[in-house]
């Protein structure tokens, strides 16, 4: 009975190419959480998801949980990428919040049509049903999923998901701005971190490094120095650092992960086609 976590792809705004981006990955957010039981619950549809429906297509088929944070289109340009969606024995259930300029199915439904895909979703074979996630959470199984907003422009949640099974729970917390933070947004994150128990992993957006704050403040992202001071206060041990800058190539990465070693051993960042364990 184990939670394991697959890495699509963790590079934020739009998909880095060439080599030099080759040990972190290139393609945008998407992540393959798999339950205890078996469930099977994608997060956020950035092009990594078509690493993620290789992972997918391995296993019998069956019903798939998406979860989207929010709709910016490196976190939604994977739904064009999937080859199961042209397969009827696969089923898709996309959820997600409501913001003042959509929710999960017009974002969708948008994308996969004219003008911008040549094929509408109304004709793709396997099922494909859309939800609002509601206030008081989902349940995927034995996966028991709550939300949180965050500070993005234009909206975004975080998620906690906790297994049933193992007993283990992991925060998604892509699109992040911790500095633009309300009193009150601090106080929901920091208890969905940590109530009923710490989390077991926080995947969090790294996007920059505190001395770049300036410059990339109300781009709606985070350092990494913040994202372990978040961890450390509510007692989370092991935090995964993603939303690679687009530009930050493998060297980049390489010092920025030894930076983050030196301040918390629990810490490492985010490399696509990366299998982790939460729980055993």
Not at 46 to 75: C, I, K, N, W
Not at 182 to 192: G, I, N, R, Y
Request: with cysteine; glycine share 12%.
């Amino acid at each position: 009975m184990s939670l394991r976590l697959f890495i699509g792809g963790m590079r934020g705004s739009q998909p880095a190419t060439g080599a030099a981006f080759d040990e972190f990955g290139g393609d945008t957010t998407s992540l393959l959480l798999i339950g205890s039981q078996g469930e099977r619950l994608v997060l956020d549809a950035g092009t990594g998801m078509r690493a993620v429906a290789g992972q997918l297509a391995r296993a019998d088929p069956g019903e798939v949980t998406v979860l989207f944070s929010h709709y910016h289109l490196d976190h939604l340009a994977g739904l064009t990428m999937n080859p199961l969606f042209y397969k009827p024995q696969w089923s898709f259930k996309f959820v997600g919040p409501t913001f003042a300029d959509g929710g999960v199915r017009s974002a969708a439904t948008g994308l996969l049509a004219h003008p911008y895909w040549p094929i509408s979703w109304r004709q793709m074979t396997a099922r494909l049903d859309f939800n609002e996630f509601p206030a008081a959470g989902i349940r995927v199984g034995g996966l028991q999923v709550q939300g949180c907003p965050v500070p993005h422009p234009g909206g975004c949640l975080a998620y906690r998901i906790d297994d049933d099974g193992c007993g283990a729970a992991v925060v998604f917390a892509t699109d992040i701005e911790w500095r633009k933070r309300t009193a009150a947004d601090e106080t929901a994150f920091m208890t969905m971190c940590s109530a009923p128990k710490p989390a077991d992993m926080l995947v969090i957006d790294a996007h920059f490094a505190e001395a770049e704050k300036e410059a990339f403040a109300g781009w709606g992202h985070s350092c990494r120095e913040d994202d372990l001071a978040v961890a450390e206060a509510a007692g989370i041990r092991r935090v995964l650092l993603g939303h690679h800058a687009p530009g930050a190539d493998d060297k980049a990465l390489r010092a920025a992960e030894e930076q983050v070693n030196r301040l918390s051993r629990g810490a490492m960042l985010a490399r696509a086609g990366q299998w982790l364990t939460i729980c055993d």
